[in-house]
Nanobody, 123 residues
Framework: QMELVQSGGGSVQAGGSLSLSCAFS????????LAWFRQVSGKEREAVET???????NSKDSVKGRFTISKDDAKNTLYLQMNSLIPEDTAMYYC?????????????????WGQGTQVTVSS
C-alpha cells in the first residue's frame, strides 16, 4: 500500500507558472513508476506527464515544452513544474503511482492516487 499527499497548485493568470508536489510513502515494491493526471469536471482523467522508475519522462503533446516532471528519490517526492499556463490547463490535478518500472498514460494502470489539487488559469 502507498499513500500520496499532494501540495501546491492554486490560481494564476495565463502565462504564469505553478508547481505541484506529491510526497509518497515508503514502498516495499522493487520499483514504482509515477505520473501526473488531470481531470476537468465531466471529462475523463488524462495523463499529462509520466516518470519511469529511472526518471525517464513522457509528456502529453499539449504540455510538451511547458510542463516538467521530476522526482527526488531521497525525499520520496514527485514534482510537476508548469510554465506558460493557458486556460485549457485548468483542471484538478492528481499524482499517481503504480508498481513496475515503466509508466503508462493509462488511468487504469495506476493503483495509488493523491487527493487532487485544483489548478485554475484565468485569461
Amino acid at each position: 500500500q502507498m499513500e500520496l499527499v499532494q501540495s501546491g497548485g492554486g490560481s494564476v493568470q495565463a502565462g504564469g507558472s505553478l508547481s505541484l508536489s506529491c510526497a509518497f510513502s515508503t514502498y516495499t515494491y522493487s520499483s514504482i513508476s509515477l505520473a501526473w493526471f488531470r481531470q476537468v469536471s465531466g471529462k475523463e482523467r488524462e495523463a499529462v506527464e509520466t516518470s519511469d522508475y529511472d526518471g525517464r519522462p513522457n509528456s502529453k503533446d499539449s504540455v510538451k515544452g511547458r510542463f516538467t516532471i521530476s522526482k527526488d528519490d531521497a525525499k520520496n517526492t514527485l514534482y510537476l513544474q508548469m510554465n506558460s499556463l493557458i486556460p485549457e490547463d485548468t483542471a484538478m490535478y492528481y499524482c499517481a503511482a503504480k508498481r513496475g518500472s515503466v509508466a503508462t498514460m493509462m488511468t487504469l494502470s495506476y493503483k495509488f492516487w493523491g487527493q487532487g489539487t485544483q489548478v485554475t488559469v484565468s485569461s
